[in-house]
């Protein structure tokens, strides 16, 4: 079936290092994908976003690149401060139309102090 | 104030009870969504809805309905609770309009059917 996955299901950086968070999918179709922080007690949050017709987009400390050919999507946080610490989730639209969201089942990242 | 607010926080209920989450937005948002999250498994569709007159099925609806009572009211109903519903359930929101296709969660409901 389809899926949206995630290589390892823990993390742990040194604070000041730089984070990369991996994630698999498997439907060639999908349109768009984005990455959430979910911090503890809370709702995840967006992050970043990119769609299938790119292979790279940055944001404030953050990377999302997306390599098609393997279909593998991966995050990297540059610097990660204790603040980072979070799960993360990887999500996936297959179609506009429709617009559900499909998520991957999280990496818990932890900063090392 | 939040952009999307559940309510309760948190919820204990006994087994066959009937227990109705609520959500509420203030984004203007035309899309809600209830979610439910469990250890290791991710977040999972329950319903979606598109607009008011539009309710749909999601991937793991049994047991489970939903109310849109307004644009910005979307509440989800436990008829009969039983035990492995106990869970956090995640309203979500999002507004095709905006050309942004992510969500905006509320904090969540934590749920337990004792």
């Known amino acids: 079936g389809e899926s949206v996955g995630l290589h390892l299901p823990t993390l742990s950086v040194q604070e000041g290092d730089n984070s990369i968070i991996n994630c698999a999918y498997s439907?060639?179709?999908?349109?768009?994908f984005i990455w959430y922080k979910q911090e503890s007690g809370k709702g995840p949050q967006f992050i970043i976003d990119?769609?299938?017709?790119?292979d790279k987009r940055q944001g404030q400390r953050v990377t999302v690149l997306l390599n098609k050919t393997v279909k593998h999507l991966s995050l990297q946080i540059a610097a990660t401060q204790p603040g980072d610490s979070a799960v993360y989730f990887c999500?996936?639209?297959?179609?506009?139309?429709?617009?559900?969201?499909?998520f991957g089942t999280g990496t818990r990242l932890t900063i090392i102090p | 104030d939040a952009d999307v607010t559940q309510t309760p926080r948190n919820r204990i209920t006994k087994t066959g009870k009937r227990i109705m989450l609520e959500c509420s937005q203030t984004k203007g948002h035309d899309r809600m969504y209830w979610y439910r999250q469990d250890p290791g498994l991710g977040l999972r569709l329950i319903y979606y809805?598109?607009?008011?007159?539009?309710?749909n099925k999601g991937e793991i609806s049994d047991g489970y309905s939903v109310s849109r009572q307004a644009q910005a009211k979307f509440s989800l109903s436990l008829e009969s609770a039983i035990p492995n519903q106990t869970a956090l359930y995640f309203c979500?929101?999002?507004?095709?309009?905006?050309?942004?296709?992510?969500?905006?969660f509320g904090s969540g409901t934590r749920l337990t059917v004792v």
């Open positions: 809805s598109f607009d008011v007159k539009d309710i």
């Open positions: 999500a996936e639209i297959v179609g506009f139309g429709n617009e559900k969201l499909t």
């Open positions: 439907n060639s179709a999908s349109d768009y």
């Open positions: 979500a929101t999002s507004d095709r309009a905006t050309g942004h296709y992510g969500y905006t």
């Open positions: 990119i769609r299938s017709n790119m």
